[in-house]
């Protein structure tokens, strides 16, 4: 029987998932927005046996017709993928869930992954690593630290120390970088997705102004927060 750590309803949680030995999991532009359509189909008390089979045939957020009315396991927050590990932030919305969508998620990345790149075995480093939020600190900088300093990690110009440099044109790349919900923390229609639950992003004072938010994530990535982020 698969054994999911225990949240409390409520629960805000950090979730880090590596490959395993630090290899890349997302090879490909496709593995990415194939990663961006398991948040959606994964995040269901419906698991269909034959998801890698029939998420073939959909639109990016389309589900099966047969499929019953979508009830969310978790409420997904914020998320950022990066080319060997994924961050994403959930609330727990039902009993275990946030374990019941770990396992789904990544057992549909790692069948899909064997399947295209003929590999054997597992695609993850462990067990995914969850945080739970306990103080207003930590909620503070989290939602940042997950869109706006990760993402930047992987900018071109020079990484974080490139990104603080020349933050307007970092902030500028960062916003067009597909595979991160960092249009959802700021006021622009563009940053809407059915992946993310707005009533709960409100709840955290979100969506920002994009001058508060851009201030917020400069401040991130200067406190050097990374240990404290569970990394």
Not at 11 to 37: M, P, Q, T
Not at 107 to 129: E, L
Not at 162 to 173: M, P, S
């Amino acid at each position: 029987m698969t054994r999911f750590t225990s949240f409390n309803v409520g629960d805000l949680v950090h979730c880090i998932k590596r490959g395993a030995f630090g290899n890349i999991i997302f090879r490909e532009e496709s593995d990415y927005w194939r990663f961006v359509r398991l948040l959606y189909l994964c995040n269901d008390e419906f698991q269909d046996k034959n998801l890698n089979k029939a998420e073939k045939t959909l639109q990016l957020f389309e589900r099966p017709p047969h499929w019953p009315e979508r009830k969310p396991l978790v409420d997904i927050v914020s998320w950022c993928a990066m080319p060997n590990h994924f961050h994403i932030m959930l609330q727990e919305k039902r009993e275990g869930g946030v374990g019941k969508f770990m396992q789904r998620l990544c057992s549909s990345i790692t069948n899909g992954f064997n399947v295209k790149y003929n590999n054997q075995g597992t695609v993850f480093q462990g067990k995914y690593k969850p945080v739970v939020v306990t103080n207003e600190l930590h909620l503070e900088h989290l939602i940042p630290y997950i869109v706006s300093k990760n993402t930047l990690e992987l900018y071109p110009e020079g990484s974080l120390a490139g990104a603080l440099e020349n933050f307007d044109d970092a902030w500028r790349w960062a916003k067009e970088y597909k595979f991160s919900s960092l249009l959802s923390c700021i006021d622009t229609s563009t940053g809407t997705s059915p992946i993310i639950s707005k009533q709960v992003l409100r709840d955290l004072g979100y969506p920002k102004s994009e001058p508060v938010f851009k201030q917020l994530s400069i401040e991130c990535i200067e406190l050097n927060i990374t240990k404290h982020f569970g990394e």
